[in-house]
């Protein structure tokens, strides 16, 4: 990936990652219809876990999609209105760096130098092909709904298994067992657009 803004195919390290990620959500649980009660405990989830005000995450991210994609090694921070997103490619150890603060984006690591925008999503679409809500992002990759009128479906233990909103379906294929209202692996996917996610390490407030 030696131009990763504006790569088309992965190397081998990132093929491989894609590849594994990709095999790791074929066999998922299957979805049962939401119910009130399982309704109302992930409301509740939700007002707790929109109140963190600051919150991480360290795993794997594979991204794809018709104008481009990329993956590697991820490292996700949130700090009130102050967002920074990390990631690493496994073999070419090429990184880049998004910081965002709300009317304001920065992206480090590309070639030419950094570029900023008023927006993380559009700075993220025009040098890197990745079509992503990452207020959206932000909210799934927690179990939670980014809007409340998204379609949910809940497995046998009333955890999230399923969600629909904005044209995204997003799954959920594992949760972390040291924190079992917290996501594991999330799968997400809109057309061509393409979104996985392996949490290694979750950051949380210790009071929630």
């Known amino acids: 990936m030696s131009r990763m803004h504006r790569?088309?195919?992965a190397g081998a390290g990132g093929l491989a990652l894609l590849v594994l990620l990709v095999l790791a959500?074929?066999?998922?649980?299957?979805?049962?219809?939401?119910?009130?009660?399982?309704?109302?405990?992930?409301?509740?989830?939700?007002?707790?876990?929109?109140?963190?005000e600051q919150w991480g995450f360290s795993g794997r991210i594979a991204i794809s999609g018709q104008d481009g994609g990329g993956s590697g090694r991820v490292e996700w921070q949130r700090q009130g209105d102050r967002l920074e997103v990390s990631l690493q490619a496994p073999v070419s150890r090429q990184s880049w760096r998004l910081i965002a603060?709300?009317?304001a984006?920065?992206?480090e690591?590309?070639?030419?130098?950094?570029?900023?925008?008023?927006?993380?999503?559009?700075?993220?679409?025009?040098?890197?092909?990745?079509r992503l809500p990452l207020a959206a992002v932000e909210a799934w990759v927690r179990g939670t709904?980014?809007?409340?009128m998204a379609r949910m479906a809940f497995d046998a233990d009333g955890r999230p298994?399923?969600?629909?909103?904005?044209?995204w379906t997003v799954e959920y294929r594992g949760w972390d067992p040291a924190h079992p209202e917290l996501p594991r692996r999330v799968f997400?996917?809109?057309?061509?657009?393409r979104l996985r996610l392996v949490v290694d390490r979750w950051q949380i407030p210790e009071d929630r």
């Open 7 to 9: 790569h088309r195919r």
């Open 25 to 52: 959500g074929c066999a998922g649980p299957r979805p049962r219809s939401s119910d009130p009660a399982a309704l109302a405990a992930q409301q509740a989830r939700e007002r707790a876990i929109a109140a963190w």
């Open 101 to 103: 603060t709300p009317g």
């Open 105 to 107: 984006a920065r992206l």
């Open 109 to 130: 690591g590309l070639e030419g130098g950094p570029r900023h925008g008023a927006s993380a999503e559009r700075l993220l679409r025009e040098e890197l092909g990745w």
């Open 145 to 148: 709904r980014h809007r409340p």
């Open 161 to 167: 298994a399923q969600l629909r909103e904005s044209g």
């Open 188 to 193: 997400a996917q809109a057309g061509e657009q």
